[in-house]
């Protein structure tokens, strides 16, 4: 599976918009975007995935560059609970599903200042 | 609710000892998944199992066992032979269907002593 690339780490204020910038400049036809949140001694929640159209769900919105090679994890009004690490993943997808395994990298650490 | 159960969430053991990790889930997920952390860093794959009695290894299988008897289970086993066990341990299952993602498992800490 390729890697994303992220920033380490981001800052944010309470209530306010936070984008969080992924770049997968070896993407495939084929090849899913998921985002997972990992709070400290927990596992990776998921957020939001997507494979060309921009998405949205009740955590937050992707957006996809029309070429594919990089997205955007948007919180709309960030809160202290959405402290974390965010991890952006490249995923092959099997057989027109989304399936496949998920590589994860370091991911990026979003601080939220009230 | 349905959900994973790891047990157990901190686990010591001495150095020559095989040590199991319980991985028991009840969301009727065909795919389950077994992912090392280490401090700092992202999530690694250790074995993935698609269905019942068939599993492969994932990026960092060397020193570890599973076995996939029954759709729930995917008990992990850290033999010996993996020299830096210590770790931060997660399972986790995927059914295609469900438009939720992966779900993980609150992990297992294990310490080598």
């Known amino acids: 599976d390729a890697k994303t690339t992220q920033p380490n780490s981001m800052e944010s204020n309470e209530e306010e918009p936070v984008h969080l910038p992924c770049n997968h400049s070896?993407?495939?036809?084929?090849?899913?975007i998921h985002w997972y949140r990992q709070l400290p001694s927990q596992g990776p929640e998921y957020v939001i995935h997507?494979?060309?159209s921009n998405v949205n769900n009740r955590m937050a919105s992707l957006a996809i560059a029309e070429d594919r090679k990089s997205s955007t994890l948007i919180l709309h009004r960030a809160t202290l609970r959405d402290a974390a690490v965010y991890y952006c993943?490249?995923?092959?997808?099997?057989?027109?599903?989304?399936?496949?395994?998920?590589?994860f990298g370091q991911g990026t650490i979003l601080t939220v200042h009230p | 609710d349905g959900g994973i159960t790891q047990s157990p969430k901190y686990l010591f053991r001495k150095e020559g000892q095989n040590v199991t990790l319980s991985c028991e889930q009840n969301?009727?997920?065909?795919?389950m998944y077994w992912y090392r952390q280490d401090p700092g860093q992202g999530l690694r794959l250790i074995y993935y199992?698609?269905?019942?009695?068939?599993?492969q290894k994932g990026d960092i299988a060397e020193g570890y066992s599973v076995s996939r008897e029954k759709k729930e289970s995917f008990p992990l086993t850290v033999t010996s032979a993996q020299k830096n066990p210590t770790a931060f341990y997660l399972c986790?299952?995927?059914?295609?269907?469900?438009?939720?993602?992966?779900?993980f498992g609150s992990g297992t800490r294990l310490t080598v002593v």
């Open positions: 969301l009727n997920h065909d795919a």
């Open positions: 070896t993407i495939s036809g084929t090849d899913y």
């Open positions: 199992s698609q269905i019942v009695n068939d599993f």
């Open positions: 993943i490249q995923s092959r997808g099997v057989g027109g599903t989304s399936y496949g395994k998920l590589t």
């Open positions: 997507g494979l060309t």
């Open positions: 986790a299952t995927f059914k295609e269907r469900d438009r939720g993602g992966y779900t």
